[in-house]
């Protein structure tokens, strides 16, 4: 009885064996990296999304026409509108991405997208419980990195998290096996050219951003062979960023060390597996103080897409509250999304705009309804301040 036990589990693990290898032979074909700086033109598709979405990301795009403006006119840069990525169009052909706006996605090179509604069972607005169109998007446009900023000026944090998204403990979750009643094992998954192209984005990241440090969180010295690859492949990217310092924390003291008044301003990038990812980045946000003005970007070699943190707010659609909806997280995606395909400077200037209206100057406040200022209003108040040619003495002042 046992013996058959063991064939069956024996035989589960060969099958997922074979996938898992199979899927590094398509990681060793994927194209390399998209080179930014000889594509022309750069082709960003910003879909709007679901409830306040159409409304926030019209808002980011405004700001994006405004900065990109001699791009756009000189042909480096096309802003193409992509329709369709809707729960209504969604629902309809019961798709988590209709084939058409799929096709449209993939002539772009980056995305711009506004939240999206995943559906759930019983709900009231009678949509079908089709596949969140995220997590589709992730896995049909290859988009491993999830990247996400965590800053608190006040405590000098300046995070950048890249958390592994296809990989690790989560890939084969709901794989495991329950070999007898008494023994159930999970699989965790590290492969070299999963763990290769996670890393060397971290180091990317803090090569081009001047930034001095990346730190590698495992627990290698007890998880031997996967957190064990994992290390082992940072050391060897790392030799290709003399550059850049790094070093490598367990995640147990990590999470330990990111409330650390003493220690947490140190670290600066952070490259992790899925799990560990997932962990550090809830807690970074959490110190942040909630979602804030983060925005979060989804990279793959050839894709990348950049949104807000936050979801569709359909309360504030029954309540007919969208034009009072904030952009400022889609906008700092904008942010992140002009970073990511070389506009370093617009990046770091709008970055420095968002925080002036969120943080310091506050002119214009957003209430999320009629007693604050509109979602227009205030994407027009940012605009005026990266109009102002003392910006950056503006923020200085404020540090
Ligand atoms: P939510 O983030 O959409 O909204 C929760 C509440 O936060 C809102 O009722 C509103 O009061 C406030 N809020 C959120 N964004 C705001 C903004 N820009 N300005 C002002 N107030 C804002 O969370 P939810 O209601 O749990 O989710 C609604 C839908 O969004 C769900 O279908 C969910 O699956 C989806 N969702 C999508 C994404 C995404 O596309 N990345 C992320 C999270 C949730």
Not at 36 to 47: D, E, N, V
Not at 86 to 95: F, G, H, L
Not at 98 to 124: A, F, M, R, S
Not at 262 to 274: D, G, I, K, L
């Amino acid at each position: 009885m046992s013996e058959e036990k063991i064939k069956q589990a024996t035989d589960h693990f060969e099958k997922l064996v074979r996938e898992q290898l199979e899927r590094v032979e398509r990681m060793k074909s994927e194209p390399d990296w998209t080179d930014f700086s000889t594509l022309k033109p750069i082709i960003i598709g910003a879909c709007g999304g679901d409830g306040i979405g159409p409304k926030i990301t019209e808002h980011a795009v405004s700001v994006l026409n405004f900065l990109l403006k001699d791009e756009i006119n000189s042909g480096k840069v096309e802003i193409r509108m992509i329709k369709g990525l809707t729960i209504e169009n969604r629902s309809k052909v019961m798709k988590a991405i209709p084939d058409d706006v799929l096709e449209d996605l993939k002539e772009c090179h980056v995305i711009l997208k506004g939240p999206t509604t995943t559906p759930w069972k019983g709900n009231k607005y009678g949509w079908p419980n089709i596949e969140s169109a995220n997590v589709a998007m992730r896995r049909e446009l290859d988009l491993f990195a999830n990247v996400r900023p965590v800053r608190v000026p006040e405590k000098n944090i300046d995070w950048m998290f890249y958390r592994e998204n296809t990989e690790g403990a989560y890939i084969l979750g709901s794989k495991g096996v329950d070999v007898t009643d008494d023994l159930a094992v999970d699989f965790k998954v590290i492969t070299n050219q999963g763990s290769d192209r996670i890393i060397r984005a971290a180091f990317e990241y803090a090569k081009n951003n001047n930034i001095n440090k990346v730190t590698v969180v495992t627990k290698a010295n007890v998880v031997k062979k996967t957190d064990g690859k994992f290390l082992a492949i940072a050391e060897e990217v790392a030799k290709d960023y003399p550059g850049v310092e790094w070093d490598d924390w367990y995640i147990d003291i990590m999470t330990a060390k990111l409330i650390d008044p003493a220690r947490q301003s140190s670290f600066r990038v952070m490259t992790a597996p899925n799990l560990y990812g997932d962990i550090i980045t809830d807690e970074a946000a959490q110190i942040q103080g909630g979602l804030g003005t983060a925005g979060a970007a989804n990279i793959g070699k050839r894709y990348s897409m950049f949104e807000a943190v936050h979801g569709s707010a359909l309360r504030m659609v029954d309540d007919g509250r969208v034009d009072y909806a904030d952009p400022t997280s889609i906008i700092k995606a904008a942010s992140m999304l002009l970073n990511h395909i070389g506009f370093t400077e617009k990046a770091n200037k709008l970055d420095k705009a968002i925080e002036i209206c969120s943080q310091y100057e506050k002119k214009l406040v957003l209430t999320g309804r009629d007693t604050g200022a509109t979602g227009e209003e205030y994407a027009k108040y940012m605009m005026e301040t990266l109009r102002d040619p003392n910006l950056e003495e503006k923020w200085k002042g404020y540090q």
